[in-house]
C-alpha cells in the first residue's frame, strides 16, 4: 500500500511534532520484514498507540479501527473519520454477531496484499496499564492466512496520551518489535480453537516479556465493565519485570 494521505500526516502534519514532543525510542525494527504480509499485534495503552508506531516504522500499517472512529457524529466525529479513512484503516463493528468473521475476513484482504496488519489481541485499551488476556482474533487470521505474527510492546504511550486526554503529554515514548512466531506449530495441532488460544497465549507472554507490564489472565473488556459497577481492579496474575527502556 503506497497511500499519499499517510505520508502526508507520518511526514508533515502529525509525525514531525509527536518526533520532538514523545521523542519515541524504537528497538527490534529488523524483525519487520522488508516486504511481504505480516501480523503486527500489539499490547494497547492509548489511542495513540495507532500513530506512534506507523510514525516510526518504515512500511506502512493498516490497522482494524473500531466503526465509532468512522462513524462518531460532530466535528471531531468528522475529523476522526477524514483522517482513518484517509489513511486506509479498516472499520470493524466489535458489536456485530459476526465481529470476528468480519475481522478475519478483513484482515486476510490487507495480508493478500502483501501489506502489514496492525491488531490489538486485548481487543481494547488497558484500563490500569497492565496487560490482560488476549483475545483469539489475532492468532485465527494468523492461522488462516500463515503470515507470521509479530509482538510489538509499546511503553509508556499512556503516560503520553492518557485515558481521556486528546492533546499529546510530553512524555517520552518506546516501541520495541520482538521476533517472529511461526505459525507451522500451531497449525499442527490440528484443532483450530485450541490452535488459537495456544497461539494467543504465546503471543501475550511475548509481549509480556517484551513490555514488562504485570499481566492479568481475564479479558480488559470485562474488567471494564465490572469498573463501571465500581467492582475493584483483579489482582496481577503474572508480575512483570518493569519499563524495559528505562523511560
Known sequence: MNNRWYKFFKHILIGPFLRLWNRPVY?????????GSAIMASNHLAVMDSFYFPLVCDRQLTFLAKQEYFTTPGFVGAVQKFFFTSVGQVPIDRTSKDASADALRA???VLERGDLLGMYPEGTRSPDGR??????GVARVALASGADLIPVAMVNTDKANPI????PRPAKVGIIVG??????????IGD????ARALTDRLMLELQQLSGQDYVDQYAADVKKA?????????TDRPGSGNPLGI
Do not use: F, H
Open 107 to 109: 484482515g486476510l484482504k
Open 192 to 195: 483450530t480453537r485450541k490452535a
Open 227 to 235: 469498573q463501571a459497577d465500581d467492582v475493584p481492579l483483579p489482582p
Open 164 to 167: 481521556g486526554s486528546w492533546i
Open 27 to 35: 528497538v527490534g525494527a529488523e524483525n519487520i520484514p522488508a516486504t
Open 131 to 136: 496487560l490482560y488476556r488476549g483475545k483469539t
Open 179 to 188: 521476533k517472529p512466531i511461526k505459525v507451522d506449530p500451531y497449525l499442527a
